[in-house]
């Protein structure tokens, strides 16, 4: 049966790098039809046209439609998979209030949308920043889907510490195993080695605590900013990478004895008050992410993993004196 995935900021950078790989069948796997749905807003139609006219171009046997709309309602009718993009970036002379605000009227409609319109099996992705609080809101807009749906992005870190790691140890990223991000989509987020296996072995006994401490949290966390740095624009093919593989593990689970992070609705897990949508280490099986429970937490990942939800519930805060949520 065909799915359909809808993507919203269909015609910004990370919808370009994201949209040949949905129809490509790298999202889904080689069996699955898909179906496009583009939201974007109305100047920005056009250029989602274009990117259409090059997805019809390509003739993917996989894909069997795309529709191109301004409209969330119509952009989440039947959708299976949703894939927020879009959002509202910070500008010069722009203060945070200011950006939740803006987010809020994106992310408020859109979760409403998928409430009234979406499939009953939806999943949702939130990549657009600030990604954790732009999901809360959008799943305090949808009180009849289940809280386990909505989801933001801490692949891309997740990625790129499992990279970082593996130049400094020289293995293939292939070795490298339980790997964890912590916490908000942002420097704060806290990259775990502790519990990180290569060889069999924990990957923090296997480097120096000052390259962990003073090169690889900093080099992890601040990777978005070293990348908008030297391209002129922020990470969008690597970050397109890291929703396919955020979405291909959800539906298609976690190998055994590994896990991967992603930003999913807290339990209360690990301290994290319930509610919030922080990074964990989860796995998944039979469609569902799983936090994997019973890791035991030192005082100085304690103390990384309280700062960056610290952020998140400054964050919660924030857009409920709004009002957004
Ligand atoms: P971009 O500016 O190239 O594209 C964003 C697109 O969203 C634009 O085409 C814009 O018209 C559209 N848009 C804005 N409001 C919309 C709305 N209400 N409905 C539908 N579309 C709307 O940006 P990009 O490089 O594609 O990045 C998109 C977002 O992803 C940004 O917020 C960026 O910070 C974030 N990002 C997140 C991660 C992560 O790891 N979570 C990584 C990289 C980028
Ligand atoms: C990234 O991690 O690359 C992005 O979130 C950076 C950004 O601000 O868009």
Redesign the pocket.
């Known amino acids: 049966m065909t799915v359909k995935v809808t993507v919203?900021?269909a015609?910004?950078?990370?919808?370009y790098a994201l949209l040949f790989r949905i129809a490509s069948g790298q999202l889904l796997g080689a069996e699955t039809p898909v179906s496009l749905s583009l939201?974007?807003?109305t100047p920005?139609l056009k250029a989602a046209e274009g990117t259409a006219m090059e997805l019809d171009d390509c003739a993917f046997p996989l894909l069997q439609g795309i529709e191109i709309t301004d409209d969330p309602n119509v952009a989440f009718d039947g959708a299976s998979v949703a894939l927020l993009?879009?959002?509202?970036?910070r500008t010069a002379g722009m203060e945070r209030g200011d950006l939740l605000s803006a987010n809020g009227g994106?992310f408020g409609p859109q979760g409403r949308a998928i409430n009234d319109h979406a499939a009953d099996d939806v999943r949702v992705l939130v990549?657009?920043?600030p990604?954790n609080t732009n999901a809360l809101i959008a799943r305090s807009h949808a009180p009849d889907v289940p809280a386990d749906r909505f989801t933001a992005?801490t692949r891309?870190?997740h990625n790129r510490a499992l990279s970082q790691l593996a130049a400094k140890l020289q293995v293939p990223v292939t070795e490298i195993k339980k790997l964890t991000i912590w916490g908000n989509?942002s420097p704060t987020m806290y990259p775990d080695l502790y519990h990180t296996e290569v060889g069999g072995k924990i990957a923090a006994e296997q480097v120096d605590g000052e390259w962990l401490r003073d090169t690889f949290i900093p080099t992890v966390a601040k990777r978005?900013a070293a990348i908008i740095e030297a391209r002129g624009a922020?990470?969008?093919a690597s970050?397109a990478n890291?929703a396919i593989d955020h979405v291909h593990t959800w539906v298609h689970g976690t190998p055994p004895g590994d896990w991967t992070s992603a930003a999913v609705v807290s339990d209360g897990s690990y301290g994290v008050p319930e509610g919030l949508i922080s990074s964990f280490p989860v796995t998944s099986t039979g469609g569902h992410w799983e936090i994997v429970q019973g890791l035991a937490i030192d005082a100085f990942s304690r103390e990384r993993i309280d700062l960056s939800v610290r952020e998140l519930l400054d964050e919660r805060d924030a857009v409920q004196a709004l009002g957004l949520i």
């Open positions: 919203t900021g015609a910004g950078q990370i919808g939201l974007e807003i920005a993009v879009g959002a509202r970036p994106i990549v657009g920043n990604a992005m891309l870190d989509h978005g922020s990470s969008a970050a890291a």
